[in-house]
């Protein structure tokens, strides 16, 4: 039964506070994981400010990688010293998880935001005892240890740096995802990525390593879009009510084969569809407060363009990460650039920084 330091989150927007909590021992599926580095994700923060009510207080966390320390009875996927990147968490049985749809399992919420296993109980608790939700992404990994299930762990490879590899688990596979299993563009092929953030380079790396010949990187912040540009982007726009007509310039007049919305604000939905080709294809990744809506002229769609959602990357995890970490092995796909490493003792500092874009994948390595 470790007991450990985490970061807590008490209230909505507040802060997260270091704390030493205490954590159950593993359940027939689940494995105990030592934490070495855990990303921190858009989610992470739009959870603390309660856009989704998992309740409070909470241990949040969910781009969690470490050292497999201990498994339930049942578990054969690992055993303890293994290395493993921790995704999300669906159910297994329903129609799409069977059909390996895992984003779109309609447990999808439940098993990530509801804080607490499946049977509604958590297996964390406070100094007093009190029940602090955790099971965060089936990690809550803002900790030196996560439980997380035999599902949602993802064995990698030991002779890569562990600490880098959590934000695999969530941010960057949503963006690579979003492009290589999602859109699927051609060699040849022409993507707009709309928002340079981790997510939204991730996509652009990816559109690189599948041979998109035209990438159009938009965001408002000049020094990501040079990144952008060093990781892949052949071309850079400074998002305005110009955007449209500046791809569709850069495309012969078409537009875009495939786009992908990565900011969740509507009137850049509309930027991102309106700036596609007759019958190319938007994604939509960014994420909005529930009951946000968008507006599209309906002629703009009814000419073939479609529109659709797309959650982790269409990514079933324990084929798709060690795909990532390959490339990156390979030197293809180069997302450490995004990272900057804080303690967890730091966190507060890795949101704010987080907050006002100064660092695009903070990394948080607990037990420093
Ligand atoms: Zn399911
Ligand atoms: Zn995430």
Redesign the pocket.
């Known amino acids: 039964m470790p007991d450990m330091q985490a970061a807590v989150t008490r209230e909505k927007e507040g802060p997260f506070t270091i704390e030493r909590v205490t954590l159950e021992d593993p359940r027939d599926n689940e494995v105990l994981v030592r934490i070495k580095g855990v990303g921190m994700c858009h989610t992470d923060l739009v959870v603390r400010d309660q856009y989704f009510p998992t309740p409070l207080p909470a241990v949040l966390g969910h781009e969690g990688a470490g050292v497999v320390e201990k498994v339930g009875k049942s578990v054969t996927k690992v055993a303890p010293g293994d290395h493993v990147v921790l995704s999300y968490a669906?159910?297994?049985?329903?129609a799409?998880?069977q059909r390996g749809l895992?984003g779109y399992?309609?447990?999808l919420y439940g098993r990530n935001f509801s804080g607490a296993r499946p049977d509604g109980s958590s297996p964390c608790c406070g100094q007093k005892g009190e029940r602090i939700s955790s099971y965060f992404f089936a990690q809550s990994s803002f900790g030196e240890y996560a439980l997380a299930t035999e599902r949602n762990v993802v064995k990698i490879a030991k002779d890569v740096p562990l600490e880098i590899m959590g934000p695999l688990g969530c941010g960057i596979q949503t963006g690579a995802g979003a492009v290589m299993n999602a859109l699927k563009p051609g060699a040849g092929s022409s993507i707009a990525i709309f928002g340079a953030g981790s997510v939204g380079l991730a996509a652009i790396m990816a559109a690189k390593v599948v041979g998109c010949t035209t990438i159009i990187a938009v965001d408002l912040n000049d020094q990501r879009l040079a990144l952008a540009r060093d990781l892949g982007a052949t071309h850079t726009l400074h998002g305005d009510a110009e955007t449209v007509e500046a791809i569709q310039a850069l495309t012969g007049g078409e537009g875009v084969q495939f786009s992908l919305e990565c900011t969740g604000l509507p009137q850049v939905v509309r930027r991102a569809v309106d700036c596609l080709r007759l019958t190319g294809i938007c994604g939509i990744i960014g994420v909005a407060p529930l009951g946000t809506e968008f507006k599209l002229d309906m002629n703009a769609v009814l000419f073939g363009r479609t529109v659709r959602g797309i959650i982790e990357g269409d990514s079933i995890p324990d084929i798709f990460i060690p795909q990532l970490v390959e490339l990156w092995k390979q030197g293809r796909f180069p997302f450490d650039r995004l990272i900057r490493f804080y303690p967890l003792s730091e966190i507060e500092e890795a949101a704010h920084a987080s907050e006002r874009g100064e660092v695009l994948k903070a990394v948080l390595l607990p037990g420093q």
């Open positions: 669906s159910c297994g049985t329903c799409n998880c895992y399992c309609p447990d």
